[in-house]
């Protein structure tokens, strides 16, 4: 017998089920009031079991609001689990539970507003003596909380330029730091349909109080330009950037450039560094409110606490903007309980519709949001979720405003004494992908990000401090160094105003330059809001926006969904010439090189996954089994839709496992993505390998960074491997990727063909894109296959072919990174790029050579070639596979790799869409 209080949570007065606050077996006896209760099943913590009777059909409750329907009469002690929940559960092969779920999803019906029955209520009743904190004053709006010189990319062309230019100021006195901006987005060859809220996030990012001064990179012909942004800040009267600042356009060499984008950023550093902190109003924080990692406590402990205490700094005049439009799905009427007027709710639930809408183009719903680490902590579904989100509202603040994703805070106009001093509680326009939803909190003019988490998240921002608050105390306990708020301690009795004191006293000193746990750790990513491809209804794929219509990936069109092809070669032209090569015997293989991989699960791993391999690296952890540490940091996993992009995300990080180039792999999982571990276990026996050949890590689950790196250190350093023996072989022996970016000569595209006639005649592989400029020009095709015909794609982004010789990989989109990425997990060994207008990045797995045959390239660009091209076709093509051999022979690196031009971006091909 254990009583209620001991082993439950009730939500509100009202509700019918309870949360367990711990794990509890089959046949335990609660002690509620004055009845007994007996668990007819194993609860896990988080879970919910029935505390009064429910008749079928009826709804279940928590904080009054319905969640799931009754699939048969439940009594008090039954397990509610949905079939959704129960198949998380049973698939982490949990004992004692249900065979079959207890009840089922509440629909997602469109929230029907009754208006006569909104409360037009007051805000929040001002202090009488406003508090301050230590800041730095701007002449545009609002202090910062922090003094940081900013290096940010306009596209993804830019990105790894910015960090490389970003890392040669480490340990720089300048504030609180250069960091870069790198990013994902802008970097196909037209423009995206994000195009103008990327403008905004970016134009917001250079306004933010926390940037002491502003370096922006674009590259020549970039749709997301410099002047893109200045154009559009004049447009909508942004006010102007008052920090120093500058605009750079690549137009060199890289380390040229690097050079002289380092000389604008230099005399910035003293002006930054001396600027000193000085005591300003607390109206001048704006606090982004997020959660991610959540779990069932979210909406009890963690995101109570940080609405009281968004509250308190809403009492000082400042403000507290909530996000995540699909994590408040389900929870529309809580959110409109206390509103500002009948206009702010109205544009709240057309927000909510239009997300409804947008994803419902590509074919998916909102119950698409729960990841398995939420429904496996607790979060049934997508009303569970929401309405737990949204306890970051508390009831008595109300509903001010509602903006775009990035939009400036309402009042911001730049000039006067109380520039950008907007005060109340707003909401934002966002995805539930906890980085993109942050960018946009940060662009709107957030200068303190209070991030709440169940599982424990450790993600944080460049120039934004994230304070992180915790649902538990075990997982306090478990992740202290990467936690700064311990919220479970309100579930073992702490009054609530007593932790919203103390916190309250916390947000003012970390604004006032107390470092957070994250800034302590060092780490930090940017993800803004992602391009989607669907900017309509489309037949066959488009759904309706309740969920009542839907589609299963079989049905969906082939090309839409990127269904894998039968991998057979076209019928192409070959050669009996046989480049010779040095290459390294592994495992009863011939491979150019031997990599150890730690590939994270997804994009919240992935900044401390290419940490560790830079330090397995240095430290050789894998001794001389490996020729190279690779991380492939990303942007995917967990925050995304699922269905077809999925399955392209799934069969390209197994493309990267099962390279032939692979050696050791270790993958590293944040502890609550959807694409978890044990996901991929699953997918890997799919696949037909072994997953005891890999290794496995978690960042939560191990106990945070320190512990975690202990144990990837540990397990690449327990093996007896002996060192790659040289081999002789030829280029036969490999997979090669051709691409062409720009202009094209009729004798380099014949060239091209010819280099990959001999690769596939002795034996080797070829792999084109379909959207590429190679495949686009008729004598090339001419050259390659004996014949100007089209030629249909033979694999399909990311897979593996089933035999050798000329292939064509589909490919969704046109950005580089993307198609190398895709060239990579079809096993891919070396990339050759004929590039005219400009060079490209290096990708972090697959050597990517470039040459060229245009002279304006070779003059302007020449430091970056890997080699010239110059007389007939057969000389070009001598002088692409020599250089093929060098680098596969490990004689020469190529010069994008040594610079540290470098990246890694999957696709989420064409119905993807963040979630």
């Known amino acids: 017998m254990v009583r209620f209080e001991e082993i439950g949570v009730l939500p509100e007065p009202g509700d019918n089920v309870a949360i367990a606050s711990r794990r509890l077996d089959a046949g335990t006896r609660v002690e509620l009031g004055d009845s007994v209760l007996t668990l007819s099943h194993t609860v896990l913590e988080g879970h919910r079991f029935v505390t009064s009777p429910v008749r079928t059909g009826e709804a279940l409750l928590s904080w009054g609001t319905p969640f799931a329907r009754a699939s048969r009469d439940l009594v008090p002690g039954d397990y509610v689990c949905t079939p959704t929940s129960l198949a998380a559960v049973s698939a982490r092969g949990v004992e004692g539970l249900p065979a079959e779920p207890s009840a089922t999803n509440e629909p997602l019906d469109p929230y029907r507003l009754d208006e006569s029955t909104l409360n037009f209520g007051a805000q929040v009743t001002s202090v009488e003596q406003p508090g301050t904190f230590l800041g730095y004053p701007r002449e545009q709006g609002s202090a910062g909380t922090r003094n940081h010189v900013v290096i940010m990319a306009t596209s993804s062309r830019s990105s790894g330029f910015v960090t490389e230019l970003a890392r040669r100021f480490d340990g720089a006195s300048a504030g609180d730091g250069v960091v870069p901006v790198p990013h994902t987005e802008g970097g196909e060859d037209e423009a995206p349909n994000n195009l103008d809220l990327l403008l905004r996030t970016l134009a917001g990012f250079t306004l933010n109080p926390n940037v002491g001064a502003v370096l922006i990179v674009d590259t020549e012909d970039d749709v997301v330009s410099g002047q893109a942004i200045k154009d559009y800040m004049t447009e909508h009267g942004y006010p102007s950037i008052k920090v120093p600042h500058a605009y750079f356009t690549r137009r060199a060499g890289f380390e040229q450039d690097l050079t002289a984008a380092g000389a604008l950023v230099e005399p910035w550093l003293p002006v930054v560094d001396a600027q000193q902190r000085v005591e300003v109003p607390l109206a001048d924080l704006k606090i982004a409110l997020q959660c991610g990692g959540s779990d069932a406590f979210s909406g009890i402990t963690a995101n109570p606490l940080a609405g009281q205490v968004g509250a308190e700094v809403i009492k000082h005049g400042g403000a507290a903007v909530l996000a995540e439009t699909d994590e408040l799905i389900g929870a529309e009427g809580y959110v409109l309980k206390n509103v500002r007027d009948l206009a702010t709710a109205r544009r709240f639930l057309a927000t909510v519709r239009s997300f409804k809408e947008r994803v419902g183009w590509h074919g998916h719903t909102a119950e698409g949001n729960p990841s398995g680490g939420n429904v496996y902590r607790g979060l049934y579904n997508i009303v569970l979720k929401s309405i737990g989100a949204a306890r970051k509202l508390p009831r008595e603040v109300r509903l001010d405003h509602v903006i775009e994703y990035g939009e400036l805070l309402p009042g911001w106009d730049g000039v006067g004494p109380k520039a950008g001093r907007c005060n109340g509680y707003i909401f934002m326009d966002s995805p539930g992908n906890d980085l993109e939803s942050v960018a946009g909190e940060v662009a709107s003019g957030c200068n303190l990000i209070f991030f709440t988490t169940g599982n424990g998240s450790i993600t944080n921002f460049p120039f934004v401090p994230t304070v992180k608050f915790v649902t538990t105390s075990a997982r306090y306990e478990r992740l202290h160094a990467e936690m700064d708020v311990d919220a479970g301690r309100y579930l073992t009795g702490t009054p609530m105003a007593q932790l919203t004191a103390e916190t309250f006293d916390l947000t003012v000193r970390v604004a006032s330059g107390e470092p957070t746990a994250g800034e302590r750790a060092g780490h930090s990513q940017v993800s803004i809001w992602r391009n989607w491809r669907q900017s309509g209804p489309r ?238 020009h008729d004598g090339f095709r001419t050259a390659a296959f004996g014949s100007a015909a089209s030629q249909p794609s033979t694999i399909a982004h990311g897979q593996r072919f089933a035999e050798p010789g000329w292939h064509v990989m589909r490919m969704p989109g046109t950005d580089w990174m993307e198609t190398a990425t895709g060239f990579g997990a079809g096993g891919v060994q070396q990339i050759l790029a004929h590039v005219a207008g400009g060079t490209l990045s290096a990708q972090r797995f697959v050597p990517v050579v470039e040459l060229s045959n245009d002279p304006d390239t070779v003059v302007k660009y020449g430091d970056d070639l890997d080699a010239v091209a110059t007389g007939d076709a057969a000389e070009q093509a001598r002088a692409g596979l020599d250089t093929i051999a060098a680098v596969a022979s490990r004689r020469m690196v190529p010069k994008a790799v040594a610079s540290g031009n470098v990246g890694f971006q999957i696709t989420r091909g064409l119905l993807g869409t963040s979630m």
């Open 539 to 776: 037949e066959g794929i488009s759904i309706s926006t309740d969920g009542r219509m839907s589609r299963k990936l079989t049905e969906l069109p082939a090309e839409d969904r990127d269904a894998p092809l039968d991998g057979l070669p076209l019928t192409g032209l070959g050669t009996n010439a046989r480049t010779a090569v040095q290459l390294l015997e592994v495992d009863d293989r011939l491979v150019p090189e031997s990599v150890g991989l730690i590939l994270p699960t997804s994009l919240c791993s992935g900044q401390i996954a290419l940490r560790l391999a830079g330090q397995a690296e240095l430290e050789k952890w894998a001794g001389d089994a490996v020729t190279r540490m690779v991380a492939l940091p990303h942007t995917e996993g967990c925050g995304s839709s699922g269905g077809a992009s999925e399955e392209t995300f799934a069969r390209t990080m197994l493309g990267y496992l099962l390279h032939p180039n692979t050696r050791l792999a270790l993958l590293l999982e944040h502890g609550c993505e959807k694409t978890h571990n044990d996901y991929f276990r699953s997918r890997l026996v799919e696949s037909g390998a072994d997953p005891s050949r890999f290794g496995w890590a978690s960042i939560q689950a191990d106990g945070g960074l320190s512990a975690v790196a202990d144990k990837v250190r540990e397990w690449f350093s327990g093996f007896d491997l002996q060192a790659p023996v040289e081999y002789d072989g030829t280029l036969g022996d490999l997979t090669i990727g051709l691409e062409a970016r720009g202009p094209l000569s009729d004798v380099t595209a014949e060239a091209l063909a010819l280099i990959g006639r001999e690769i596939v005649g002795s034996g080797g592989s070829v792999v084109l894109s379909s959207r590429g400029a190679l495949l686009a």
